[in-house]
């Protein structure tokens, strides 16, 4: 995109990370100290970048500061060579916004940034006192035996880099809707984009990130979170049984609303920008 807002660069915990930090002043700028908004914290999704969010990004900016990260082993960020689970990522987020100076946030995401956002939320209550995402990593039972053999079998340094294209060429079937008329276009980009950043870090954050999201369910703390969520699901998006995870966590959670778009997929940010973001700012508060 050539209006595409500029990046910057910060080091967190010694890795070099690339963000973006635009959009209007946030609550603790405003003149009386009260009529700002709280900046809005996209959190991508399972190896995605800032690129894929900036068509509702500039919706959001319009009202919100909206700060997006390329987290570590993602996007132009740095990719080391480590152990890659829900918790680095969730401490990663949190010092980024202690290094912006940013004391609260509302965490915005879908699929593995969806998985997050709930996982802030509850580690962090006061600091996250709205949640708003979409079709979320986790949202399943906790699926051991498959983590087990996707970190130590799959993931191993000798099978991590043959297997995952035919892994990521059969998910693909899920993120787009047949009929989206970007669908080749998107993937092209996505799987020339994975050529582009192919290294040993990458695919151990590939690989230890789908281990840890499906070791681990977002059933057991749903019940807990008190802030209020806005849950959003694609109704054709049903990879890994997402309906029936999205319905269960409505069901679980004390303090939410479930909007549904008709007719789309898992790459919401993508098939329907413009709507997401309408959706976005409502459970923002506005």
Not at 7 to 26: E, F, H, K, Q
Not at 80 to 103: C, I, K, M, N, S
Not at 168 to 173: E, W
Not at 198 to 221: H, I, N, T, V
Request: hydrophobic share 40%; proline share 8%.
């Amino acid at each position: 995109m050539d209006d595409a807002p500029e990046v910057s660069w910060i080091d967190v915990d010694g890795m070099r990370l690339r963000y973006l930090d635009t959009g209007a002043p946030d609550r603790s700028d405003a003149p009386d100290g009260s009529t700002g908004r709280l900046p809005l914290l996209i959190i991508p999704g399972h190896t995605a970048r800032i690129e894929g969010y900036l068509p509702i990004t500039t919706v959001l900016a319009r009202r919100h500061r909206v700060l997006v990260l390329d987290c570590p082993g993602s996007g132009e960020s740095e990719k080391p060579d480590r152990v890659y689970d829900l918790r680095f990522y969730e401490d990663t987020l949190v010092a980024f916004l202690d290094h912006l100076g940013v004391d609260q946030a509302i965490p915005v995401g879908g699929s593995l940034g969806g998985n997050l956002v709930l996982r802030l939320g509850h580690r962090f209550p006061e600091r996250f006192p709205r949640l708003v995402l979409w079709a979320p990593g986790s949202a399943w039972k906790p699926k051991r035996a498959v983590a087990w053999l996707t970190r130590n079998v799959i993931g191993s340094r000798v099978l991590r880099k043959p297997v995952f294209w035919p892994v990521v060429k059969t998910q693909s079937r899920f993120w787009y809707s047949p009929d989206f008329p970007g669908r080749q276009q998107e993937l092209d980009e996505t799987f020339a984009y994975y050529r582009r950043v192919m290294s040993p870090g990458f695919l151990a954050m590939y690989w230890g990130m789908a281990a840890d999201q499906l070791e681990r369910s977002l059933f057991d703390l749903a019940p807990s979170i008190r802030q209020h969520v806005h849950l959003m699901w694609g109704d054709q998006d049903n990879g890994a049984q997402m309906g029936k995870g999205v319905a269960r966590l409505h069901e679980l959670l004390p303090d939410n609303v479930l909007h549904v778009f008709p007719g789309r997929r898992h790459s919401l940010e993508a098939e329907c920008p413009d709507d997401l973001a309408a959706q976005i700012l409502v459970g923002a508060g506005g």
